[in-house]
């Protein structure tokens, strides 16, 4: 359960518009209606949903999907948020949110978590909710092979709509809860929103609104103010009920008139008002520093009244809209990979800022010292745009893009998954976002983006960031030596913008090919067919094909690539230079094409490639469409044997890791985490983190040697190809170039590092910083027999400890807003594995809590969990299982990690078998066994001054 606040502030949402009636044509004849319809006409809804109100003023949306299958994703919307609390009610619309899960009329206390845990769902992941400055959504992912599931999940939500219990215990025992989770939000970030908000919703009620509320209302609200805005603002004419997924529409629809339709509407509603975000004269700043901030940005934006998107029209517009924050956020991209360049990365955005208001934005993350140097330089490019526009080519080549990623969408208009489709469904309700389907959007693209000219797009320049309600935000580190600007610095760029000496921008484009001449091809020598449909190729060089075709997306290839060695085989001497050339090379661009001209010479396609060196083995990874295919490879063999030594490449990526890592000494967070993997690595020098002084010994030279070195043979290495290709179109791509790559036939492994846990207990403390916020890290380590069978035991293990862990700390002594217990493994150099467990707290419940962590992990060696705990698990087990056999990605992984790891590949009868081999004496045994007392690591986080 979160709050949604900065995301609504800060993130752009896309597209806003539309109304609500339920179009009766056929899908064909809506399309055929984008291409002529006047401009002034609504967009309409996609034929496929069906949208209704109730009598009661509900209103819902229904539409079958079957991505994924035997799932619905269903979500009650409310239209009310924080920003309707009366003063004496700040954060209590979140509390109400977290009251749901604690008990309503049909499911007493946590009895609606239990069940749906029950169905093979998770807590967080596919049950939550959110609430937000103007409205709050209940979330559940449910199993549709059950109509008795399906009934009971339209129930929860029944009740959390009407019926929410109030229990006063369990009002009194979430309030530790909810201060946990405020304190996890506390920190540098808050307290320079804190800083900020006055300014950016200056004389708004949204300024005095924050979600999550204060911490002295929290602790002592009393209940009928908690009940009042329950009572006030949860009406069926505020709400929406959505479900997509694998279902019967028309059964679906008579079971939400069936269930919602008797919801008493509201005798005398409270008037929902819509508040504004008056407008401010002229240009206003805020500057915040704050000693525990790690970087500083700069940015301007404007605001201005949201408008009404439910036109053809304002599509036309948003269009014209888009393709300029896209085309100068691309310049301002390219500008950021220059050496001495302003700025380190910077972007501009126009979208929804609250309910009422839009915001356009500049912004640009820059090095320290270096606000004024990055506005100027943000002003300076959007003045370029206003006297000189934008190129055609720059038109023509976002043109290409956006086509051909709509005609993508559009192609597998089946394939979208029913949780992005409910969040569209959402922001049609929340915000008005027309929801007409992608084949109509994909014929309003090919009917807009043609007749887009560039005097179109260049007629938004001169007041893309208005003179007016204009806000100029800085912020910064506090510390020695990094001067903070000033308002009257920073007026002083804004006074001088528009008077830089400046030239048109030139859009070089590179006419070389990608890859000329082409490479020879090799051959298959050797074909394998594999259970499961698996092929096996072996080629005339040694390298290792393994291809599984599948109908799972209708136009997706992935494939990933590994070798024995990585970074184990660099010296010491050499070795940072190894870690980072990975990084160094996809920055450098290939061939003859730098990066920038590389992104350009790619638009329009939807191939990618990109190397990756870890500590034992080096590869490749990346995606294509299917008509993309022979450019995926082409890539595939530049990586391999022509990357490019960029020296501004490497400056730029310099500046970058140092501008990054500057402040990351200052943050508690990174000590903890830095703590924790020195206790656990005994400070073993690769273990440690990149910092500035390990940047000084990156090089270019030594980098590109190492690269070259891992690359240089092929003959080790195996490539996995799924997805939705045929093995005859493949073939000669993969003879042509895989077949082709250097073959040096070369025996390697790679080596071990001496890299070990601690085999006895080690205790560290860090004192950082100055937020009332301790984090605590218990890591259990050892040696350990990896099989797939023990794996699988040790995450059963766990998951489930985490419930009791979870229902303890959480639950039962209100420390702590969540408990994390995440499970880990290694084959190589040798068999490990870890099981961490960690949570944030009040630094003056840190020792307790520690203690009753290890109070309930001996208990659970004891007792082991329950036998419904057990079967929640192979529940989700299973769950897990019917969703990752029908994702490309997943299969992926589970062949990649066989051949790498020399395991047999999985099945799912196999998975089952072992799933059903699970108990609680089995689980309990594996506790003592992994969760050994007497062998782990704890690092305990406490501010500045404080002790345990």
Known sequence: MTVS??????????ALTLGTSLAAEGQRAVVSGAHDAPLTDAVPVDPRITVGTLPNGMRYYIRANRQPQNRAEIRLVVNAGSVLEDDDQRGLAHVVEHMAFNGTRHFPKQEAIAFLQST???FGAHINATTGFDHTVYELRIPTDSLDVMDRSLLILEDWAHAVSFEPAEIDKERGVILEEWRTGLGAGARILDAQLPVLLKDSRYAERLPIGTPETIRTFPHDRLTRFYTDWYRPDLMAVIVVGDFDPAAMETRIKARFGSLPAAASPRPRPLYDVPGQPGTRYTIAS???ATRTTVSVSSTMSARDQTTLGAYRQMTIERTFASLLSARLSEQAQKPGAPFLAAQTSRGLFVQSTESTTLAALVADGGAEKGLAALLAEADRVARFGFTQTELDRYRLSMLRAFEQLASSTDEHTSESLADEFIRNFTQGEPIPGIAYEYALARRFLPEITLADVNSLARDWIADRNRVVSVTAPRKEGVPVPTEASL????????????????????????????????SVTKTAAKPSGVTEWTLSNGVRVVLQPTTIKQDEVLFRAFSPGGTSLASDGDFIAAETADRIVAQGGLGTLSAIDLSKKLAGTGAFVRPD?????????????????ETMFQLIYLT????????????????????ALANRQVLPEAAFEDALTAAVSQHHVRARPLTREAIAQMSLEKSMAFYRDRFADASDFTFVFVGSFDLATIKPFVERYLGSLPALHRKEAGRDVGIRPPSDIVEALVTKGTTPRSQVGVVFTGPFENTPKNRLIVRAMADTLAGNLQRVLREDLGGTYGVSVASAFAKHPVHSYSVSITFACDPARASDL????????EEFKVRGPSDGQVADAQAALRRDLEIDSRQNGSILNRLSFAYQYDEPVPDAALSRQLHDQLSAPLLRDAANTYLDSKRYVKVVLMPEGRTP
Do not use: C, H
């Open 5 to 14: 606040a900065r995301a609504q502030l800060f993130v752009m949402v896309s």
């Open 491 to 522: 007026a002083a760029v804004i006074k001088d913008a528009g008077a830089a000496a400046l030239t048109a921008y030139v859009d070089t484009v590179s006419a070389t090919p990608l890859l000329e001449p082409l490479p020879k091809p090799g």
């Open 640 to 659: 391999f044997t022509r990357p490019r030594a960029d020296t501004e490449a490497f400056r730029t990526a310099i500046e970058q890791l140092n501008a």
């Open 850 to 857: 520690v203690r009753a962590l290890f109070a309930v992990v």
């Open 290 to 292: 704050d000693p525990e």
């Open 120 to 122: 093979g769902m998770r």
């Open 613 to 629: 060196i870890d500590e034992m083995f080096e590869g490749l990874n990346g995606r294509a469409l299917k008509r993309d295919l």
